[in-house]
């Protein structure tokens, strides 16, 4: 599923465009007025100073809307740029998106180099290209163009005309992004009569100015950027920018302004959809023959959409929202997030069991309750429950107003256990398309227990520093999907090669032999990886002791290097990770000195470590856990003395010497 609203995307980079065989234009000189005054205009206000210089900057982004009397929109933008710094050099190549509901009635391009020269780029400089997704196939396509001379201190500019479809009656305006916007506009024209309301997120709402003529405008000015750049552990950029949703509607029609009616547009969209065909309901009932418990009927269904029906994208005009009939679907066995999540409708009330959409959105944040919008860029599903029905393998289920219980799935996902819920999801919102009852619904968070990874190791180390043993590693949950994610699609060789390279990461001059990886397509079971490691050198000597490190691989550590942190902490996933190291120490030693046991419990992350001796065996036992997804920037100097802690404990070593 796409997110067809979206806001403008002003910047195509040049690497895309080079990919796509377009070269940029060449430069040549215009007329001193082929440069228009609100460009110059633009390009002598006064900025704040800012902290860390950004690579560029918008001096302008001007956006006026039309509502013509269909209902669909006529957009007119101005945008002007300075590029700052080197890097900023891509901010002269601009896109405009549009597709087969759409139309770019025209686009014009201009800078002002950093010499004071003046150009435009021609029409016939202009191209237009398909958009470059994960999609099979999808009517996107931008107009694109390059700026000439778009160095540092260089002034580019674009001004376009779009007309947009009406798929829903709605706006976007995004207050801020990735560079810093010093004029923001946004303006309204609508003819007697309508009506328009707003919504707001993560700030106060901005009143709007009435133009006269039921024209009305809203101004933003130097509202700080989001810079993500250097921030470790970072929150999706979508999920903190500041923004207004506007929806309007005509003389006599209530403007809709709340999830409901968004719900219930999207029932009117998928009507039909997902019905069973008789060839459907063979397979579902097939499927479950002999199964009586819900949880497993369920279940088997969802094992077919997730494993049978491949994930492709179709997606013309409206089908950015709109699935496929489920017909469709199960007869090509493909699909993408919606139609899989409306083929697993269908077959699910083939026997008997109820669910419908959720629409969500894979960046946690982005979607806000008290923001109704059609911001969600992805699709999965909500299984209702029979009243009172319990099973052990029900995690991710919520509870709708009216007292109904749903079990979220994404059939899409293919490595997450059903009845849970993958990390990017957990803690976000999204639309439960139920109707007249439809609502916004918070994704619960799996527990740590759900999403764990046990590494367990005997080894034995000899008298000149190697080190040899066999390891075992036991993951489920997010923590099992990674793994099946990275190792599912390799072959032996290549797993091999990327075991190496995780292990590279902890020891030097070591060889792997006996990998073995079990459960690897049981998503419901855990992933095991067994290998055995031989390493020279693991020991250091020192005359006649040895110094050698309890915690034998695998890091913990976060480096976080800011002093001072704006943004939340990113966590993920809850998690549950435990290391437990046995090292048999060479014959005639003993340990003469062990690292301190650590413990630190910060509430929403805990650590504890101990180093023991068991006769001629060092053992070294940890565990962290992680009990919240987030952390507000406030708990930023706890996160770091955690992160300390672990650091001190990983770096901690055992001293042997030979036993007199």
């Known amino acids: 599923m796409q997110n067809r609203i979206r806001g403008r995307v002003h910047l195509l980079s040049i690497a895309c465009l080079l990919v796509c065989g377009v070269a940029p234009p060449q430069a040549y000189a215009g007329h001193k007025d082929s440069v228009p005054d609100w460009v110059r205009e633009a390009a ?108 540092p201190g260089a002034v580019v500019a674009m001004e376009y005309e779009e007309q947009e479809p009406y798929y829903r009656a709605e706006v976007l305006w995004a207050l801020q992004g990735e560079f810093p916007i010093h004029r923001n506009k946004l303006t309204l024209q609508m003819l007697p009569g309508f009506q328009f309301d707003t919504q707001w997120k993560k700030r106060d709402p901005i009143p709007p100015v009435n133009l006269g003529g039921n024209r009305w405008q809203w101004e933003a000015v130097d509202v700080p950027h989001i810079d993500m750049k250097d921030v470790r552990l970072a929150p999706p950029e979508s999920g903190l920018r500041q923004m207004m949703v506007l929806h309007y509607a005509g003389p006599g029609t209530a403007v809709p302004e709340d999830w409901k009616s968004i719900g219930e547009w999207y029932q009117g969209l998928t ?39 491949r994930y492709v994208a179709v997606e013309v005009g409206v089908g950015g929202y709109q699935p496929h009939p489920a017909a469709d679907i199960f007869t090509n066995r493909y ?25 969500v959105d894979t960046r946690r944040g982005t979607i806000d309750p008290t923001m109704p919008s059609l911001m969600g860029n992805h699709m999965i599903a909500a299984i209702e429950l029979p009243p009172g029905y319990t099973a052990p393998g029900l995690h991710s289920v919520v509870t709708a107003k009216s007292g109904k219980r749903f079990l979220l799935t994404d059939p899409t996902w293919e490595y997450t256990p059903f009845g849970q819920i993958e990390d990017n999801l957990q803690g976000s919102y999204g639309l439960l398309m139920d109707g007249g009852d439809s609502q916004v619904i ?47 699609d390799r072959d032996e060789h290549n797993r091999s090669e990327l075991l190496d390279h995780r292990v590279n990461g902890y020891l030097t001059d070591f060889t792997l032999s006996n990998v073995k990886i079990d459960n ?69 030693y003993v340990v003469d000195e062990m690292p301190e046991p650590a413990k630190k419990d910060v509430g929403f992350a805990s650590y504890e470590s101990k180093t023991t001796v068991n006769g001629t065996t060092l053992h070294y036992e940890r565990t962290y856990t992680v009990r919240e997804i987030e952390v507000p920037a406030s708990r930023y100097g706890d996160m770091r003395e955690l992160m300390g802690v672990i650091v001190n404990d990983e770096r901690g070593s055992a001293i042997l010497r030979k036993a007199q």
């Open 520 to 588: 690897l397509p049981d998503v419901d079971k855990e992933a095991v990886l067994s290998y055995s490691v031989t390493a020279k050198s693991y020991a250091k000597t020192m005359g006649p002791l040895l110094m050698v490190r309890p915690r034998v691989l695998g890091s913990d550590v976060v480096h976080l290097d800011e002093k001072h942190r704006v943004y939340p902490l990113n966590l993920r996933a809850t998690v549950s990770l435990h290391d437990s190291y046995d090292v048999e120490l060479p014959e005639g």
């Open 44 to 151: 002598k206000e006064m900025l704040p100073d800012y902290h860390h210089e950004p690579n560029a900057v918008v001096l302008l982004d001007d956006q006026e809307y039309t509502v013509m009397p269909n209902g669909h929109l006529l957009l007119h933008e101005r945008i002007v740029k300075r590029i700052l710094r080197p890097q900023g050099r891509d901010e002269a190549s601009f896109g405009v998106w549009y597709n087969k509901d759409s139309k770019v009635n025209w686009m014009h391009i201009w800078s002002i180099g950093p010499d004071g020269h003046e150009y435009a780029v021609k029409d016939n400089e202009q191209v237009d290209v398909a958009s470059l997704t994960f999609a099979l196939y999808e009517d996107d396509r931008v107009r694109a163009g390059h700026a000439p001379a778009g160095d």
């Open 271 to 309: 009507a039909g959809r997902n019905s069973a065909t008789p060839a459907m309901a063979a397979k579902a009932q097939a499927l479950t023959a002999g199964l009586t418990d819900f949880y497993a009927k369920a279940n088997a269904i969802d094992d077919f959409v997730r494993g049978q029906v």
């Open 442 to 488: 918070q994704i619960p968070v799996m527990g740590p227990e759900l999403n764990t990874r046990t590494r367990t190791a005997r080894m034995k180390l000899a008298a000149d520093g190697s080190l040899s043993g066999d390891i075992v590693e036991r993951l489920y949950g997010d923590e099992a999907a990674s793994f099946r994610s990275a190792f599912g």
């Open 335 to 359: 699909g993408d997030c919606k139609d899989k999540s409306t083929l697993l409708s269908a077959m699910l009330g083939a026997v008997g069991i109820r669910s419908t959409w959720l629409m």
